[in-house]
Each structure stands twice: as C-alpha cells, then as structure tokens.
C-alpha cells in the first residue's frame, strides 16, 4: 500500500507530465482557455490513462517485444474511441469545445510514455496508481494555466455555469490576449521560469 | 482557385499549426535547437502529412462512409499514418542512405506528430475535397516548417543571451514561441 502511494506521489510534482516531463503538451495549451475545458480534458485522460494503464498492464506478459507500440496504440486509440462518442453522446457542449483535442489523446505523449516506461513493466495495481497521480498531476497543471488564462483573458470565474462573480477591474477590461493562443505559450514560460526560481522543480 | 489559395494562405499563416493551434509543439520545442535539423525535421513531416492526407482521405471516402463505420476513423487514421511512416522509414533507407541520415532518424518520432493526425482530423471535420486536403496539408506543413525553423534561428542566438538562470532552455523558449504567435496574430484579417 504504501507503494501505491508513493507511485501516485510522483506523477504530482516530482515527474509532473506537463511542468517536468515536459509531455502532452499541445492538449495543455490548446485547451487551457477556460477551466470547464480544463476540466473536461482531464476527464477524457483519465478514463484513456485508467483504462490503458490497466489494459496494458495485464497483457504484458503475452506482448512480444516487438510489436509492442502498435498494439499499445490500438489500445489507445480503441479507447479514445470510446471516448469520443461517449462525449459526443453526454457532454455535446465540452465535445465542440475541446475539438479535434479529443481524437489527437491518441497521440498525447503522456499516455504512450506511461504505457512504455511504466505499464508494460509493473503490475495492474501500480499501474492503476500510476494513471491516478499523472492524471491528478496534468489536471493540477492545466488548471493552473487555465485559472490564469481565464481570470487576465475574460475576467470572470464562470465555472460550469456557475459564476463566482467579476474579478475587478479586469471584469470590466480584459485582457483578451491571454485566453488567445500568445497567452498560453506566455503563461506556461513563465509558470515554469518561476516554479524554477522557487526550486520548486529543478532546472536544466 | 480561390478558396484553394484561401485554404493554402490560411494554414500557413492564419491558422498556424504550431503558433495557432497548438500542434506538433513536441518537435517544435525539441528540435528547434538548430536549424538545419529543424528544416530537415519541417520537410519530413510536410511529406508524411501529404501523403497521410492522400491515404485517409481516400479510405475515408471509399471505405469509412460506404461501410458506414466512420466512428472506427481515430483507429483506422492512425494505423494508416503508423504504417506509412514505417514504409517510407524502409524505402529511404533502401534507396537514398544519404536522405535516410539526413531526416531517419525523425521519422519514427513523426508517427505520434499530433500534427499529422491533426491534419487528417481537420481535413475530415471539414469536408475538404481531394484537392483542398492536399492543398491544405502543404500548407499545415510548409506553416510547420516556417515556424520551427524561425524558432530555430531565434534558439541558436538565445543561447548566448543571458536571460536570467531560471528562465534558461525550455521557459525561455515558451516566451519567445508567444511573441513569435502575437507576430503570426497580425495576419489575422487577412483572407
């Protein structure tokens, strides 16, 4: 049990998907404009993460060496799939708004590498772990960015429908550039130069 | 004639893949160091979204809506995109060992491009024609190779700078990558 703590620990900070690893992000950046789409990209990775991790993880032992990447991704897109329509059926508004983003999780990096570097070694339950905490840490990362974008781009804090009232100022002026394509490349810089400065995470 | 020019000038410039729309960032921030590689990695990919373009478009048209099994098209898109990749990684090197050095080794990298799957979605989602596909996936990767290669002439000068220790490498680059898309927002009104 502890193991599985500690498996789950990790994908928070210490090898965060987005701000270490530096992986998946086009998703992270394209949909980062508002915290709904944050949100719903999440949850389109972790049923994806869930499902491979443990799919991946039970037939390790049965996958020759060799074709090991083109049956990982048939298992990924296959879930994607599932996804996909699932969305298209339940959450029609999130499915328009996060686009093409949801098809291309079959070339998130995130997914592939977890599939390669962890699920294919490690047993179902470490796995399952495992997609916990890398999910927990990208949605810790998009909604990071996300809450930024929103806040400076539209300035209000509108979540699901819920509104949560006007930021000042901003409310009235906001800054349109941020929740634009500039302002995420912008935001992730900078979020990363100062988790950098804290040694929060470490540097090249 | 009009509309294919329209497409051409709105992938490249307006709707760029990398600066607009988030796609292929994992090239674009790893093999922009320098930029004759950075131009090696652009031409590959152009060519492997052309040629995917060509393929998925006809298995959507001719195989996908006649069966009507269009929700298989993620799985069938990207085994087609995976096995192009492979058969050109095996005909370069047969044929052309010079070309196999000078991008080999970024093909396989290319399979999980989101880029080019990117391209194939966007082409379906809008109904494109032949011709507009493939004027459309030129234009994605001529707009790829413009922006990784203007990232790159920028990278290799950025080294010397001396921005603060923090920032250095990969933040840094985010920032300029932002002043690069505000530049590439100018071409908005244009088509």
């Given at each position: 049990m502890a193991r599985f703590g500690k498996e789950f620990a990790k994908g928070l900070i210490i090898s965060?998907?987005?701000?270490?690893?530096?992986?998946?992000?086009?998703?992270?950046?394209?949909?980062s404009t508002s915290i709904d789409n944050a949100l719903g990209m999440t949850l389109a990775v972790?049923?994806?993460?869930?499902?491979?991790?443990?799919?991946?993880?039970?037939?390790?032992?049965?996958?020759?060496?060799?074709?090991?990447i083109p049956i990982f991704i048939v298992i990924i897109a296959t879930?994607?799939?599932?996804?996909?329509?699932?969305?298209?059926?339940?959450?029609?508004?999130?499915?328009?708004?996060?686009?093409?983003?949801?098809?291309?999780?079959?070339?998130?990096?995130?997914?592939?590498?977890?599939?390669?570097?962890?699920?294919?070694?490690?047993?179902?339950?470490?796995?399952?772990?495992?997609?916990l905490g890398i999910t927990v840490g990208?949605?810790?990362?998009?909604?990071?960015?996300?809450?930024?974008?929103?806040?400076?781009?539209?300035?209000?804090?509108?979540?699901?429908?819920?509104?949560?009232g006007n930021v000042p100022v901003l409310g009235e002026n906001p800054v349109a550039m941020f929740i634009l394509p500039p302002g995420a490349f912008l935001i992730i810089g900078l979020l990363l130069g100062l988790f950098r400065r804290t040694g929060v995470m470490k540097g090249e | 004639m009009n509309e294919l020019v329209a497409i051409f000038l709105g992938m490249v410039l307006i709707n760029n893949f990398i600066l607009s729309r988030f796609l292929g960032l994992c090239p674009f921030f790893g093999v922009s160091k320098q930029l004759g590689s950075a131009i090696s990695m652009g031409v590959a990919v152009t060519f492997v979204m052309a040629l995917s373009a060509l393929a998925t478009w006809i298995i959507n048209t001719y195989v996908l809506i006649p069966f009507d099994i269009e929700y298989m098209h993620i799985v069938i898109f990207i085994l087609v995109i995976a096995t192009l990749v492979q058969i050109i990684e095996l005909f370069i090197k047969k044929t052309n060992a010079q070309l196999y050095f000078a991008f080999g080794i970024y093909l396989p990298l290319i399979t999980t491009n989101c880029a080019v799957l990117g391209i194939t979605?966007?082409?379906?989602?809008?109904?494109?024609?032949?011709?507009?596909?493939?004027?459309?996936?030129?234009?994605?990767?001529?707009?790829?190779?413009?922006?990784?290669?203007?990232?790159?002439?920028?990278?290799?000068?950025?080294?010397?700078?001396?921005?603060p220790k923090a920032m250095r490498g990969l933040p840094i680059a985010f920032v300029v990558a932002a002043l690069l898309g505000l530049s590439f927002s100018g071409f908005g009104g244009m088509v």
């Open positions: 965060n998907p987005v701000f270490v690893l530096a992986l998946g992000l086009c998703p992270t950046l394209a949909v972790l049923i994806v993460l869930f499902g491979a991790n443990i799919l991946i993880a039970a037939i390790r032992r049965f996958v020759p060496n060799i074709t090991r879930l994607v799939t599932v996804v996909n329509l699932i969305f298209q059926a339940r959450l029609p508004d999130l499915h328009e708004s996060l686009g093409i983003f949801l098809p291309l999780i079959v070339v998130n990096c995130i997914i592939l590498g977890r599939a390669e570097a962890f699920a294919s070694k490690q047993p179902i339950f470490y796995s399952i772990a495992d997609a990208f949605m810790i990362a998009l909604l990071m960015i996300s809450f930024i974008r929103q806040i400076l781009g539209t300035g209000n804090l509108t979540v699901f429908g819920h509104d949560f | 979605l966007v082409n379906r989602q809008e109904g494109y024609t032949l011709p507009e596909s493939m004027v459309a996936s030129l234009g994605a990767g001529l707009g790829f190779t413009l922006a990784l290669a203007m990232m790159a002439g920028i990278r290799e000068r950025l080294e010397m700078a001396n921005a």
